[in-house]
């Protein structure tokens, strides 16, 4: 059973940055593809972007293009989410995923972190 555990959520003004981690448990690492979702209060979970097990292929949501970038450290067992250039729109809980296939924007996905709360003030 893998274990996702997201850090680096917090408050920012527009325009700023963070970036968020997630250290997953485990041998497996290195065949799991990877994704990140977010949920905002009263609305669906939406795929953020997404990082195939080898790290050559990263795919991202409409909204985030540009602005976000995803990358991945096999040694370390770490996924992470460069977050730039944030707005307001972009507040929400903050889900690490994971899954023994491809990337998928669908939230079909074998393991979940518990998310880490971003909150980006105007």
């Known amino acids: 059973q893998e274990q996702l555990v997201e850090s680096g959520g917090g408050l920012v003004q527009t325009g700023g940055s963070l970036r968020l981690s997630c250290v997953v448990s485990?041998?497996?690492?290195?065949?799991?593809?990877m994704a990140w979702f977010r949920q905002a209060p009263g609305k669906q979970r939406e795929f953020v972007s997404g990082i195939s097990w080898s790290g050559r292929n990263t795919y991202y949501g409409d909204s985030v293009k540009g602005r976000f970038t995803i990358s991945r450290d096999n040694d370390k067992n770490t996924v992470y989410l460069q977050m730039n250039s944030l707005k307001p729109e972009d507040t929400a809980v903050y889900y690490c995923?994971?899954?023994?296939?491809?990337?998928?924007?669908?939230?079909?996905?074998?393991?979940w972190g518990h998310g880490t709360q971003v909150t980006v003030s105007s």
């Open positions: 485990g041998s497996t690492f290195g065949s799991l593809a």
């Open positions: 995923a994971a899954r023994f296939s491809i990337v998928t924007t669908r939230d079909t996905y074998d393991y």
